[in-house]
């Protein structure tokens, strides 16, 4: 079983960027997919991006050109990089690591984007 933390959020304003990160333990990352997930207040949890084992990636329509997401293996880490944040960007987001029968998450870090 891995164990997930994600940390990096905070406040920035509009325009500004944030790198969300997300460790690993318990487990290697190697053998999992990698998403990032973000749910807003009175909303449903939104995907928003993935790397998969062979590291092809794909993201949401909605960050698409302003997210991007990566890992460095040797440290079991992943991240997210924020660029061009707007005020719907405002979120928690989520780490999730899944195989075809798996599914695992971590607590969340709040992302607030506001001037």
């Known amino acids: 079983q891995v164990q997930l933390v994600e940390s990096g959020g905070g406040l920035v304003q509009p325009g500004g960027s944030l790198r969300l990160s997300c460790a690993a333990s318990?487990?290697?990352?190697?053998?999992?997919?990698m998403h990032w997930y973000r749910q807003a207040p009175g909303n449903q949890r939104e995907w928003v991006a993935t790397?998969?084992?062979?590291?092809?990636?794909d993201y949401a329509d909605s960050v698409k050109g302003r997210f991007t997401i990566f890992r460095d293996n040797d440290k079991n880490m992943v991240y997210l990089q924020m660029n061009g944040l707007e005020p719907k960007d405002t979120a928690v987001y989520l780490c999730?690591?899944?195989?075809?029968?798996?599914?695992?998450w971590g607590q969340g870090t709040q992302v607030t984007v506001s001037s």
């Open positions: 790397i998969a084992r062979i590291d092809v990636t």
């Open positions: 999730n690591a899944r195989t075809g029968r798996d599914s695992y």
């Open positions: 318990g487990s290697s990352l190697r053998l999992y997919a």
